[in-house]
């Protein structure tokens, strides 16, 4: 077996993602399918975390965009992330591998609250763990969010399962011009403000030496292809390849 390039990981996967072919909402079968490939690439000896967003479900700034007050669109979105977490935990759970949801924002009458501890006993329980709620603030996005946990985690890199398969100067579903990078930095990623994490993400990535690999959640088993260095993706990393 092949031995994977990052021993611990931080897979992003957003809210958009799970909806799989459906209008919104979460489709099971994708969840599924998004499942099998954690525990696949589990098989390759790595520590796995998983951090979600909600946009399937509910956007904040998207209710504060009609005037509504932002803070309470960014609890909702917060406990939209915690129904994906539930919704993930559910498909480990029915294989028989081991998942902790651990939420930034406290729910406790259906996950643990996210505690540093809970997490360093969950992840030596050998679990795979699922960061939801994001940052627990408002204001923030499930990126940030994940790269915050993917820093108190002590991950090497953040897996950015998107809707392309990698890094591009700009939408290459809108622009047939794109260009795809293979290999960029951080500062580059923020200075040509690329739409792949937003600034603060980036930011807290760079400042803790943390990898960010894009590539595309809709092949079956990529996960385990970029983990052992197959495939297509994008890598930004504080040196360049
Ligand atoms: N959110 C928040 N704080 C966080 C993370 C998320 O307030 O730390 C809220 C915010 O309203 C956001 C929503 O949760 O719009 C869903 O997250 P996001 O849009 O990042 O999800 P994704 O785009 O990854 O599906």
Same mark, same amino acid.
């Given at each position: 077996m092949q031995s994977p390039i990052y021993k611990r990981i931080l897979y992003k996967i957003s809210g958009? +993602?799970?909806m799989g072919d459906q209008p919104s909402g979460i489709d099971p079968k994708f969840v599924a399918r998004v499942v099998d490939d954690v525990i696949e690439a589990k098989q390759l000896g790595c520590s796995i975390a998983l951090a979600v967003g909600g946009g399937n479900i509910f956007r904040g700034v998207q209710l504060a965009a %009609?005037? +509504?007050?932002r803070v309470t669109g960014d609890h909702m979105g917060m406990l939209a992330i915690v129904m994906n977490a539930l919704a993930l935990r559910m498909a480990f759970d029915t294989r028989g591998v081991g998942a902790t949801v651990l939420s930034g924002l406290a729910v406790p009458q259906v996950c643990e609250t996210f505690t540093q501890r809970g997490m360093i006993e969950a992840r030596e329980r050998g679990d795979v763990l699922i960061f939801a709620g994001? #940052?627990? %603030? /408002? !204001? !923030? #996005?499930s990126d940030s969010g994940a790269a915050l946990r993917a820093a108190e985690f002590g991950a090497d890199a953040i897996l950015k399962g998107t809707q392309v398969d990698g890094i591009y100067t700009s939408d290459p579903k809108k622009n047939i011009n794109a260009e795809r990078l293979n290999t960029l930095t951080h500062d580059q990623l923020i200075e040509q403000k690329l +739409?792949?994490?937003d600034t603060s993400a980036a930011v807290i990535a760079r400042d803790n030496g943390i990898d960010v690999v894009v590539f595309s959640i809709?092949? /079956?088993?990529s996960l385990s292809r970029v983990l052992t260095g197959q495939g297509t993706y994008s890598t930004v990393s504080a040196k360049q390849a």
């Open positions: 958009e +993602a799970l %009609s005037g +509504a007050d994001g #940052t627990g %603030s /408002p !204001f !923030f #996005t +739409a792949v994490m809709h092949e /079956p088993g």
